[in-house]
């Protein structure tokens, strides 16, 4: 009987210590599929679409959704994804998943619930992604960013991050002033199957390929990339 008992209990030890090698979840494949709706959302419009020059110059990208309270508001939580893109080749890493902390912002609008897309321009934003967790406009400058395919794409000196934002179904360039995003070590070990894995180790390390369910947004982010040149293009003739 005592060795029925131990069994039983080393079968349970060793199916809990395996599911963090599942394969990835629904939830998680859905993080990634509605960040890529919210990025063709902003893109598509032309009242609100991120310059094509700053999508070819970016070193990063975050895609968030946040959550608040109340109409003067901070932020409550929330979830999204950073991805990284290699300076020489050009190419983008696979998503690391990361969490939102409290924080307010600076354009206050009412709404349940924000959407933002965090492009990382610089040096600077890029070692922000190197930490476990940090803090936006604290840790590196942030400004809201241009709008519109042709719009001008100068920076001030130093920006760190640009911010494009969607309250309420209404767009809105806003400046995030004390938010944290850390890093969700737990969806990563979930969806990427590596106990341990780290969101430095998937967009700086080359640890782990980009997964099927990613590829629709690596392409769209590829296609909104080629429209700078294809601007650019249009331009010289």
Do not use: H
Request: net charge positive; hydrophobic share 45%.
């Amino acid at each position: 009987m005592k060795r029925k008992i131990l069994a039983m209990c080393l079968a349970a030890f060793l199916f809990s210590s395996m599911t963090v090698f599942a394969a990835p979840t629904k939830s998680l494949v859905k993080r990634i599929n509605e960040a890529k709706e919210f990025l063709d959302d902003i893109m598509e419009a032309p009242d609100t679409e991120i310059p094509a020059a700053l999508f070819e110059n970016c070193k990063g990208i975050v895609i968030m959704k946040q959550y608040k309270a109340g109409f003067i508001f901070g932020i409550k939580g929330g979830f999204g994804i950073a991805l990284a893109k290699d300076e020489k080749t050009g190419k983008w890493s696979p998503p690391a998943f990361v969490k939102a902390g409290e924080g307010s912002y600076g354009v206050q609008i009412g709404g349940q619930a924000v959407d933002s897309i965090l492009l990382i321009m610089n040096k600077e934003g890029m070692e922000m992604l190197m930490k476990t967790k940090f803090k936006i406009g604290v840790d590196g400058s942030v400004a809201a960013g241009p709008v519109g395919r042709d719009a001008s794409a100068k920076l001030g000196p130093g920006t760190a991050i640009l911010v494009y934002s969607r309250a309420r179904g209404l767009y809105a360039g806003a400046t995030i002033e004390g938010g944290l995003i850390i890093n969700d070590d737990k969806a990563n070990e979930q969806f990427y199957g590596i106990k341990g894995i780290t969101v430095q180790d998937i967009l700086f390390a080359n640890t782990v390929e980009v997964p099927d369910a990613a590829r629709p947004l690596i392409e769209a982010l590829k296609k909104y990339e080629t429209r700078y040149k294809e601007i650019k293009d249009s331009k010289m003739q």
